[in-house]
């Protein structure tokens, strides 16, 4: 593995199940990889920046680029420096975002500038995730080359039953190894 291929940009955007980013981040650290954080404001909401500071020891850029305390271009800069970049939880909103190529904010415009592969792990209530705006978009990333991993089905935080849980971090875990094994 290259150096390159160790970094791994974890965006975290602003779905309930932004808490277990903090559990992904120790398991992506078990396999070596250095993670680097960026957060949307929403996600910031749901676990404070800090817990992923503390456990990455690596500054988590969080909102608008131009928010970013920094004296570099942080989403230029990791992006074309991580092996890859997962966005998990990835919301409705992040996916339409970048599905459409929008940048307004450091998560969306890391992907945009991405230099190699991007990992997206939906999360989010049944009908959002069933909406046919949400799977075109779906779409739209799988044929762009995007790997868009399944979401999980079962009791959703909402309280209702259906498809849209994030997918267990070990299946999160296992793609992105698998995508670091093609030689990306
Ligand atoms: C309690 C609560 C939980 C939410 N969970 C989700 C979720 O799991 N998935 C999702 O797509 N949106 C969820 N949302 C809506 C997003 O937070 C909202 O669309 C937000 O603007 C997303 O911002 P971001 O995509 O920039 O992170 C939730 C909202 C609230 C209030």
Redesign the pocket.
């Known amino acids: 593995m290259t150096a390159k291929a160790k970094i791994i940009v974890l965006g975290v ?5 932004a808490y277990k980013a903090a559990e992904l981040v120790r398991r992506m650290q078990q396999q070596g990889w250095d993670v680097w954080v960026m957060m ?4 910031a909401k749901y676990v404070g920046p800090l817990t992923f500071q503390a456990l990455t020891k690596h500054p988590v850029a969080v909102g608008k680029c131009e928010a970013v305390e920094s004296s570099t271009y942080q989403h230029l800069d990791l992006s074309g420096r991580a092996g890859v970049v997962v966005i998990a ?1 990835c ?4 996916l339409a975002k970048i599905a459409h190529g929008l940048a307004d ?1 450091v998560v969306t415009a890391t992907v945009l500038a991405a230099a190699g592969p991007v990992l997206v792990a939906p ?3 049944s009908r ?1 995730w069933q909406n046919p705006a949400t799977q075109a978009n779906v779409k739209t990333l799988k044929d762009r080359g995007v790997l868009v991993l399944d979401v999980g089905e079962g009791e959703l ?1 909402c309280g209702e039953v259906g498809a849209g849980r994030l997918t267990e971090l070990e299946n999160i875990v296992a793609a992105v190894a698998q995508t670091m094994q093609k030689g990306c």
């Not at 919301?91 to 992040?94: F, G, K, L, M, S």
């Open positions: 955007t602003g779905s309930i199940a949307t404001e929403a996600a939880p919301t409705a909103n992040v904010d999360a989010m209530n959002m935080a």
